[in-house]
């Protein structure tokens, strides 16, 4: 938190859109600044690439330059950032400002990606990312819940902004993909969204928050997660940030701080002072890099049980 938001100080020392909003939420509930969530809205804007893509991560030294590497998922995130701001600021102003460039990554995404009948076509062409561990993740139904969650925020900012048109095709975008998720990837009979005959927690947390399901849906959904024993769970405190807030958003309290005490707690009682970039409750060694020494050991997308703690436990 010195001249950008870096995901660490070990290997990376990037700005990550994906970490920066968490770090921005954390900052919220802490040190209350804005100009440094300010200048970091603006480097990603003003680093987007000839055909309007924002870049998932960027270097700010020597000179300010994109990282070369574009996530279709994180793109969207920069929306989600603008309507946290206008939130704990109540300034419009960013927001108008950067609109057009954080609503054209949807544009982006699903001219290239969506199918007719709303479903999400991954191939290798552009990543979506989701969490790491990808060979065991099906992509296209985490896609869809993943874009549904930061639809969410262009239909508010669209509304907030007086932005009619964006508006209507945020919501035409919203309903073909939730209504194709629900009909085609909802199994009754396990009461969880599975792809491919996996079940997520990833998957079935952001159709959560993507406010597709009533409450008592949600946490049907929640609760099966709990029981479900094949359920593939993920693998970074990224990821469970997501299924921390999905619990928030049910006012599932007891369940939210035993997630905080079980993952994040884990860290600390196996010597952790700062919170690592990956962790596996049953595998300390375990690593997205093939090696435990790349892991970083303090990484910013890590940090969010003081946002949790702050807003839902004072």
Request: include cysteine; charge should be negative; charged fraction near 30%.
């Amino acid at each position: 938190m010195q001249l950008v938001y870096e995901d660490g100080p070990k290997r990376d020392r990037r700005l990550w859109l994906g970490d920066l909003r968490l770090q921005a939420l954390v900052n919220y509930a802490t040190f209350g600044d804005t100009n440094l969530v300010k200048k970091c809205i603006y480097l990603f804007a003003g680093l987007m690439s000839d055909d309007g893509k924002v870049p998932s991560c960027l270097y700010i030294a020597p000179n300010p330059k994109d990282g070369e590497i574009y996530l279709a998922d994180y793109c969207m995130i920069l929306m989600a950032c603008l309507w946290d701001w206008w939130e704990f600021t109540g300034d419009k102003s960013l927001c108008e400002e950067i609109f057009d460039v954080a609503f054209n990554q949807f544009e982006i995404v699903f001219k290239e990606r969506l199918l007719p009948d709303g479903t999400i076509r991954d191939d290798d062409s552009w990543w979506i990312f989701v969490d790491w561990d990808d060979y065991k993740l099906p992509r296209s139904l985490a896609a869809s819940a993943e874009f549904a969650y930061f639809l969410t925020y262009a239909i508010k900012m669209a509304e907030l902004l007086g932005k009619e048109e964006e508006l209507s095709k945020a919501k035409k975008y919203y309903d073909i993909i939730t209504k194709c998720a629900k009909e085609k990837y909802f199994n009754k009979d396990k009461g969880l969204f599975e792809d491919e005959g996996k079940v997520c927690w990833n998957t079935n947390c952001f159709m959560v928050l993507s406010g597709a399901l009533s409450k008592e849906e949600g946490i049907s959904i929640m609760k099966n997660l709990r029981s479900s024993k094949d359920a593939l769970v993920p693998v970074t405190p990224y990821v469970y940030h997501y299924v921390a807030q999905s619990y928030a958003d049910l006012g599932m309290k007891e369940e939210l701080e035993e997630l905080i005490f079980d993952y994040w707690g884990d860290m600390i009682r196996k010597g952790a002072d700062t919170f690592w970039e990956s962790h596996k409750k049953d595998d300390p060694f375990f690593s997205p890099y093939d090696d435990s020494v790349l892991v970083s050991a303090c990484h910013a997308w890590s940090c969010t049980p003081m946002y949790f703690i702050k807003k839902y436990f004072e």
